[in-house]
């Protein structure tokens, strides 16, 4: 059971990248898998969730309107399209199971009973 991320990479303000997760072990369409951020000095937020069955989408308020997650079911991959980068979004992406608050911010999945991956992260550094 894991999770393959990939696709960061050094962009200038206002462009897009694709980050992709290759999940190997499990069906992304049983389990909700998301992405995460951490900056240097900063925590590691969510950024945004896809739901397992109905593929509901889950989005941190810093990224609304400019990333956007999707899956190919075939490919048991997710993907995080994001445009519009902002120095502000340089940190280490990660994919990792996950679910929402009750305001729709994604979470990390954690605890017994649960099937919490992670996948290695990968580097997104937005700078002109």
């Known amino acids: 059971v894991q999770l393959q991320a990939s696709g960061g990479g050094l962009v200038q303000p206002g462009g897009s990248l694709r980050l992709s997760c290759a999940a190997s072990?499990?069906?992304?369409?049983?389990?909700?898998v998301g992405w995460f951020r951490q900056a240097p000095g900063k925590e590691r937020e969510g950024v945004s969730c896809m739901s397992a069955s109905l593929g509901t989408t889950y989005y941190a308020d810093f990224v609304k309107g400019r990333f956007a997650i999707s899956r190919d079911t075939a490919k048991n991959t997710v993907y995080l399209q994001m445009n519009s980068l902002e120095p502000e979004d340089t940190a280490v992406y990660y994919c990792?199971?996950?679910?929402?608050?009750?305001?729709?911010?994604?979470?990390?999945?954690?605890?017994?009973?649960?099937?919490?991956?992670w996948g290695q992260g990968t580097q997104v550094t937005v700078s002109s």
């Open positions: 990792g199971t996950c679910t929402y608050s009750s305001d729709g911010t994604p979470t990390a999945l954690s605890g017994d009973g649960y099937l919490v991956v």
């Open positions: 072990g499990f069906s992304v369409e049983n389990f909700a």
